[in-house]
T-cell receptor
Framework: DGGITQSPKYLFRKEGQNVTLSCEQNLNHDAMYWYRQDPGQGLRLIYYSQIVNDFQKGDIAEGYSVSREKKESFPLTVTSAQKNPTAFYLC??????????????FGEGSRLTVL | GQQVMQIPQYQHVQEGEDFTTYCNSS?????IQWYKQRPGGHPVFLIQLVKSGEVKKQKRLTFQFGEAKKNSSLHITATQTTDVGTYFC????????????FGQGTTLQVKP
């Protein structure tokens, strides 16, 4: 079945460690997104990519890094520079790029807890 | 940057009552999308509105886009316990960059 797969679903990390969250899609979508969700809050955009080998910072990119070497993959690294990384991370994709039409398809999310 | 305000943040209703959430922008929007996130789940697309004054219905859900394309609403008639969740609006950032920004969401609780 086509869809977006995020892994791991749950992750625990010690302070000072980098961690990489995986996001893979087989929907042949051009655009991919990473959002962060904190309890009782909305979705805040971390990074987004419209095409392979190109990505842009969202509203809260500090302490995060991404790569887009393949169309189907958009991994997110939470670095030790991110001061409050405990959150629910959602990856999404949508068809087309640089266009204003088309809904987001979300993965099931990765819940990161820093101990 | 582009911002969208969504109100109310929380709403508790008795089953059978109506519910409305609003999204407001200070700038004219190209379109607006609505999503629903069930507790413990991920957001799922509901609908996209593009035209000024557009009204779309999905069973008990009515979506409206303002005439000036600066606001939108989602109205649920006769809520059911299955309507529980958080409803988000999402808009495109300024410029044709593909950036999608979400409102803060309205969390709906329905008492049976």
């Amino acid at each position: 079945d086509g869809g977006i797969t995020q892994s791991p679903k749950y992750l625990f990390r010690k302070e000072g460690q980098n961690v990489t969250l995986s996001c893979e899609q087989n929907l042949n979508h051009d655009a991919m997104y990473w959002y962060r969700q904190d309890p009782g809050q909305g979705l805040r955009l971390i990074y987004y990519s419209q095409i392979v080998n190109d990505f842009q910072k969202g509203d809260i990119a500090e302490g995060y890094s991404v790569s887009r070497e393949k169309k189907e993959s958009f991994p997110l690294t939470v670095t030790s520079a991110q001061k409050n990384p405990t959150a629910f991370y959602l990856c999404a994709s949508r068809p087309g790029h640089y266009n204003l039409i088309g809904e987001l398809f979300f993965g099931e999310g990765s819940r990161l807890t820093v101990l | 940057g582009q911002q969208v305000m969504q109100i109310p943040q929380y709403q508790h209703v008795q089953e059978g009552e109506d519910f409305t959430t609003y999204c407001n922008s200070s700038t004219t929007l190209s379109n607006i999308q609505w999503y629903k996130q069930r507790p413990g789940g991920h957001p799922v697309f509901l609908i996209q509105l593009v035209k000024s004054g557009e009204v779309k219905k999905q069973k008990r859900l009515t979506f409206q886009f303002g005439e000036a394309k600066k606001n939108s609403s989602l109205h649920i008639t006769a809520t059911q316990t299955t309507d529980v969740g958080t409803y988000f609006c999402a808009v495109h950032g300024s410029g044709n960059t593909g950036k999608l920004i979400f409102g803060q969401g309205t969390t709906l609780q329905v008492k049976p």
